[in-house]
């Protein structure tokens, strides 16, 4: 059983920056590959960027690239999203979730653990 737990949302203006965090329970974090999923009202969750077991390997969304940055901490347990030049259609509940595989994937229903969310609101 894993526990996710991310927190860092929050109200930036356009063109700010935000880190988020994730921190998740048990002792097999660093085995799992990590995913960052975002829900925007009346739209789907959709794919974010994910990170493998060791932080080696990063995909990102189109949407993403080049702006945000997934990282982990496998001693702490934790993993980030760094998110910079915000836009305001960056805003949304940004959750994270954890697959019971070492391998990326951009696949929401690969993911078997996810967080509770937090919020993340850009203004123009």
């Known amino acids: 059983q894993v526990q996710l737990v991310e927190s860092g949302g929050g109200l930036v203006q356009a063109g700010g920056s935000l880190r988020l965090s994730c921190a998740a329970s048990?002792?097999?974090?660093?085995?799992?590959?990590m995913g960052w999923f975002r829900q925007a009202p009346g739209k789907e969750r959709e794919f974010v960027g994910t990170?493998?077991?060791?932080?080696?390997?990063?995909n990102y969304a189109d949407s993403v690239k080049g702006r945000f940055t997934i990282s982990r901490d496998n001693a702490k347990n934790t993993v980030y999203l760094q998110m910079n030049s915000l836009k305001p259609e960056d805003t949304a509940v940004y959750y994270c979730?954890?697959?019971?595989?070492?391998?990326?994937?951009?696949?929401?229903?690969?993911?078997?653990?996810w967080g509770q969310g937090t919020q993340v609101t850009v203004s123009s």
């Open positions: 979730a954890a697959r019971v595989s070492p391998r990326t994937s951009w696949v929401k229903y690969d993911y078997g653990y």
């Open positions: 990170i493998n077991y060791s932080g080696q390997v990063t």
């Open positions: 048990g002792r097999t974090f660093s085995s799992y590959a």
